[in-house]
């Protein structure tokens, strides 16, 4: 009698410690299912933000690739949070392991995309575009996707060269346009010809201050003034997004395991 009421004892312990993984599990997928939505939001901004942040990214194939990869981790994200909330719920064998298994490739992926990106760090320091500056820029060609891009940035930021006009000094650009001392880019946007605040663009082109973007620190500092907190948000969230995948594959392989 004593054995029987341990074992039955034993046995509703493991039936509530099964329940208390299933739903445990529950909520960490609602939680990749709402990372997911998040990422997915992300990408559809990016790609119709009216702000000139989409002009940045489609003059850059690196970044544009990069907006549909978020786009594809969030569908991704979004789709596996939902087959681990059934999975848990329904107690379905063959749900759980293709979402253990999907979900353990996407964890490896962005692990993989970390470490690439903290070994490749250099490559996004000012000497680092001000030295690419000065080799490719060339200041009218926009089918080239390197000037295109910088012209974008020079326009949307209202700045000149990385860190001020001078980086144009002994530039591909100035071999190309010897008379000019700064790209049309750098100049300042006015009115029509004849109103008070119209701004000759030959006196910018020969390098009168008073007719360029002269913003301190050049373009390199107001890029990253204006994305330092979402690099500071995206990597937290990373480092959320991460840990409760873990957490998730732990409890999806528990709930697989304790499944009768």
């Known amino acids: 009698m004593g054995l029987g009421e341990a074992s039955a004892r034993g046995t509703a312990m493991d039936r509530d410690c099964l329940s208390c993984i299933k739903y445990l599990m529950f909520v960490f997928n609602f939680l990749i299912f709402?990372?997911?939505?998040?990422?997915?939001?992300?990408?559809?901004?990016?790609?119709?933000?009216?702000t000139g942040f989409k002009e940045i990214v489609a003059a850059n194939p690196l970044l544009f690739t990069g907006v549909y990869i978020i786009l594809a981790m969030g569908g991704m994200l979004f789709l596996l949070?939902?087959?681990?909330?059934?999975?848990?719920?329904?107690?379905n064998k063959c749900l759980l392991m293709f979402f253990f298994m999907l979900i353990l490739v996407i964890f490896l992926a962005e692990l993989a995309a970390a470490i690439?990106?903290?070994?490749?760090?250099?490559?996004?320091?000012?000497?680092?575009?001000?030295?690419?500056?000065?080799?490719?820029?060339?200041g009218y060609n926009n089918?080239?996707?390197?000037t295109g891009t910088w012209n974008?940035?020079?326009?949307?930021?209202?700045?000149?060269?990385v860190n001020s006009p001078v980086d144009f000094e002994e530039s591909l650009f100035r071999l190309i346009n010897p008379n000019e001392m700064v790209p049309a880019a750098c100049c300042r946007r006015g009115s029509h010809p004849g109103d008070s605040a119209y701004i000759p663009q030959e006196e910018c082109l020969m390098g009168n201050m008073l007719f360029r973007n002269n913003k301190v620190l050049g373009c390199y500092s107001a890029v990253v003034d204006y994305f330092e907190l979402y690099i500071y948000v995206a990597g937290a969230l990373a480092i959320v997004v991460l840990t409760i995948e873990l957490f998730a594959m732990v409890f999806a392989m528990c709930l697989f395991r304790g499944i009768q």
């Open 34 to 50: 709402l990372g997911g939505s998040f990422l997915l939001g992300v990408g559809v901004w990016v790609l119709v933000d009216p």
């Open 152 to 161: 974008a940035i020079m326009n949307t930021f209202d700045c000149c060269g």
């Open 81 to 91: 949070g939902f087959l681990g909330c059934c999975g848990a719920i329904r107690e």
């Open 116 to 138: 690439l990106a903290f070994i490749f760090r250099e490559h996004l320091t000012r000497e680092y575009f001000t030295k690419e500056l000065k080799r490719h820029y060339q």
């Open 143 to 146: 089918t080239d996707v390197f």
